[in-house]
């Protein structure tokens, strides 16, 4: 008896050892729209059992997470380059510089971990990691921080000639036409605008989508709102896909790279419910000062109070207009701000992480993208969804006037909100015991206790 004993004792400190040294390492693209969702998904693996390594060169203000560790990468290509050399050719020139330091990286960590590393997920637009990870025999998950739908269109591009792509897209028939009969797409929605010349952005494309060996892809999305694109994604990438989103409703984690200011709060508490449209352009949106003017004057004749962040300094003639009905901010607790009982509407650039906070919150769009996948959300919201206005062609104050009544106060509106709020529902049960996400994020649990 005591032999059986002493092997079953054996046995479960095995066990607990394993656990103890069950690690995930993750690697973001030092950029806020995806470190946010990267340090969301490692919160929720560390609730599920695991220790948390975060692989990083410039992220220092989220360090602090309980559960994580954060090992810095030395830089190799500062982020301050994408302005010089276009996001296409950054990234082009970051993953080629990259793969040495992070190798470095993770030969010393497997050294203090006795070469127990469960898996290394690291975001799509590091794909140097997989060759890292191909060397070290460690399993590698992808994780895209855009739609489905974003990632359907990659993996359409990345098969496209760019020659022959470059003459058919120019054919005003060509654009309307749906790609190759895919939701619905049409080769003009691709989102390939704002991303430089499109023979590199096709190449970088196939660097992405074309030579993946990895055992998954995480997806913060949910199937309630994207059940086609992940049915077309399973089928065509050979790989388990984990639709584990939204993951900002589990979690907790202030991933924030910017100061927010929190007075807005206040200044919401003093508003009527759904009276006030919220302007939050995202981190990296840049508008002239005569876009900047006609917005303020819209706002102002739309006679609705308005709550607006805008990192650059506005002029003299702007910040008087503002301060009889507007609140401006440099940055915002968005989440806090989205799910406030004042806040109607929200004027955004339809980054994916905000297109899901405000769906998860009930909160009707205006869509002013810009750039890329931006442009594909907005169609969503708009066209499949119908959550949302989109404002076409210059920003003036008659078209701004005119989004923010439909949206606020007419009853095209209501119809919105009321559609905005049965995705919120669906998005919420999504995430709960028995929903889809939460058995995905189960399911991708399973696989790397396998490993």
Known sequence: MKEVRDREKERDQ?????????????????????????????????????????????????????????????????????????PVEFLI???????????????????????????????????????????????????????ATNQVCGCVLSKLNADKFLIDIEDPEVQDKVVENLLQLRYKD??????????????????????????GVIINTSSCLESSSLSWLQQELGVPVYPLGPLHIT??????????????????????????????????????SKEVLEMAWGLFDSNQPFLWVIIESLPEEVSKIVSEKGYIVKWAPQSEVLAHPAVGGFWSHCGWNSTLE???????????PFTGEQKLNAKYIESVWRTGIKLEGE?????????????????????????????????????????????????????????
Request: net charge positive; hydrophobic share 40%.
């Open 14 to 86: 095995t066990m607990e050892k394993r656990i103890e040294k069950r690690r995930i390492v993750l690697l973001p693209i030092p950029v806020q729209g995806h470190i946010t969702p990267m340090i969301q998904l490692g919160q929720g693996l560390n609730t599920k059992g695991f220790l948390i390594t975060v692989a990083h060169g410039e992220i220092n203000q989220v360090n602090h997470l309980p559960g994580f560790q954060f090992l810095t990468i030395p830089e190799s290509l500062p982020m301050s380059q994408i302005k010089t050399l276009g």
């Open 93 to 147: 020139k970051l993953n080629k510089t990259s793969e040495a330091s992070f190798k470095n990286c993770i030969a010393q960590l497997l050294l203090q971990q006795d070469n127990d590393i469960a898996c290394i997920i690291y975001d799509e637009l590091m794909y140097f990691s997989e060759a890292v990870a191909k060397e070290f025999k460690i399993p590698s998950v992808i994780f895209t921080t855009a739609s």
């Open 190 to 215: 691709l989102p390939t605008s704002g991303m430089g010349t499109l023979d590199r952005y096709l190449e970088i494309c196939k660097e992405v989508f074309n030579r993946r060996t990895a055992s």
């Open 251 to 288: 979690s907790s984690a202030n991933c924030s790279l910017l100061e927010e200011d929190k007075s807005c709060i206040e200044w919401l508490n003093k508003q009527e419910p759904r009276s006030v449209i919220y302007i939050g352009l995202g981190s990296k949106a840049k508008m002239e």
């Open 358 to 368: 405000s769906i998860a919150e009930g909160v009707p769009m205006i869509c002013r």
């Open 395 to 451: 920003v003036e104050r008659g078209g701004v006037e005119r989004a923010v009544k439909r949206l606020l106060v007419d009853e095209e509106g209501a119809g919105m909100r009321e559609r905005t709020l049965v995705l919120k529902e669906k998005l919420k049960a999504s995430v709960r015991r028995g929903g889809s996400s939460y058995n995905a994020l189960d399911e991708l649990v399973k696989y790397l206790n396998t490993e």
